[in-house]
């Protein structure tokens, strides 16, 4: 069973930071896109950010250029560093995995971000 497991979520306040990760098996890592999507409460799971196989790196408008996704090839791992949080951003942060190809994704079990003003 393919798991992805994040980490690095918790209390923070308002103009805070926090680095989420997200550990994935080695060919799930290099094969598969990787992203990270949030979900508040009463609300929809939304996109946050992608970075790609090859490092390409997507956004959602509402970032603003405050996070920075990223892979760590030593520990198969993406990051998520998250800069100026804002108590809308308060969320369960999930980890996907997602191929090029199609396919159904893969996803994390979550970490709650929670931004105190």
């Known amino acids: 069973q393919i798991q992805l497991v994040e980490s690095g979520g918790g209390p923070v306040q308002a103009g805070g930071s926090l680095r989420l990760s997200c550990a994935a098996p080695?060919?799930?890592?290099?094969?598969?896109?990787m992203g990270w999507y949030r979900q508040a409460p009463g609300k929809q799971r939304e996109f946050v950010a992608r970075?790609?196989?090859?490092?390409?790196?997507s956004y959602e408008d509402f970032v603003e250029g405050r996070f920075t996704i990223s892979r760590d090839t030593a520990k198969n791992a993406v990051n998520l560093e998250m800069n100026s949080l804002k108590p809308e951003d308060t969320a369960v942060y999930y980890c996907?995995?997602?191929?090029?190809?199609?396919?159904?994704?893969?996803w994390g079990q979550g970490t709650q971000v929670t931004v105190s003003s």
């Open positions: 996907n995995a997602q191929g090029s190809w199609g396919g159904s994704p893969y």
């Open positions: 080695v060919l799930i890592f290099r094969r598969y896109d």
């Open positions: 970075i790609s196989s090859s490092g390409s790196t």
